[in-house]
């Protein structure tokens, strides 16, 4: 399949053609139509929470337990956050943004031998989201690798696997304390998440994201509404903005701080937690001027995980409002179907 990074290059050097393919002429769907887009100015008074990393790990008691109210208010209201200060060098940060470009930029050819694999092949490429089921495409490529229990990358450009692989170990181990704040903060251990979702051989999955530059942004769609599947998702984006989250039918723009991450709760943390931290709707509309290259860890439980609401976080007043499903299973249901909101959750909603 032709990569939108071809398609958005011959529409570049045929400068007739301002036009995209009508197949990447994007169907609004239910989610898009129903919000409005806040204007800058507006969304100025609306942003994520902000979340100090440092003040997380801090040795100062308060000062820790102060910061992790903040989270869980952050997950209870947003489900989407920033987070600062979080210890991962500036340079690691440059460097994997630079290999994942330096990937994009190898041949077709390439890249191709790692296409239409199964969607649990450890590395896989492609366009759009499930070009094989979709009505139009997307205007954005893909390289998903699995990069723990086990990591596996491609070995070009050379030094990627290097990078990214001291990369994702970072993203864990902030993952990680994240998830000791939050088990504290839903009046559990600090290692409670870590021990009933098994962390420490849980599945984490590296998504590159590339959304080449578009000569009618408005009409094409890099990722269309959708949650993310795990317990957290660490991004990282080169400078280019277009992350928007739905609240209160409002698309907001997210306008992360320099050497900031952003950081959203996935439905399995909805499903952990009997829907106290819920999942968020976002999506990442194009823009006309530069590539945008984002970088996501979705982190969550090993693959044969079986995941339903915490016994420990659900009661006679609160009864399951899920039911179990295995991780995989659900990853699959995800990458089987289009990307449709919070459909998925859908299926493992117990209705009362
Ligand atoms: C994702 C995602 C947002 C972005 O990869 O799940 O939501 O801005 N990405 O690329
Ligand atoms: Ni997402």
Redesign the pocket.
Known sequence: MLSVKKVAESCVSNSKLERIPSKYMYLKNKSDEDSVILCDEEAQNITIPTIDFSHLISSNPTQRSKEIQHLGRACTDWGFFMLINHGVPETLREEVLRACKGFYDLPEEYKKQYEGGDIFAPIKCGTSFNANVEKTFLW?D?LKCHVHPHFHAPSNPQGFRETTEAYCKKSREVIGELLKGISISLGQEENYIHKVMNIESGFQMM?V?F?PRCPMPDQAM??PP?S?HGLL?L?L?NELE??QLLRNDMWIP?HPLPNSF?V?TGDHMEILTNGKYKSNI???IVNKNAT?I?I?T?HGPPLDAVVGPATELIGDDNPPAYRAIKYKDYMRLQQSKELDGKSCLGHVRISI
């Open positions: 954005r893909y998504v994201n959304y890099g990722l959708h993310d998702t991004l984006q277009g992350l997210i952003i959203n976002h999506r990442a945008r984002t996501g979705a």
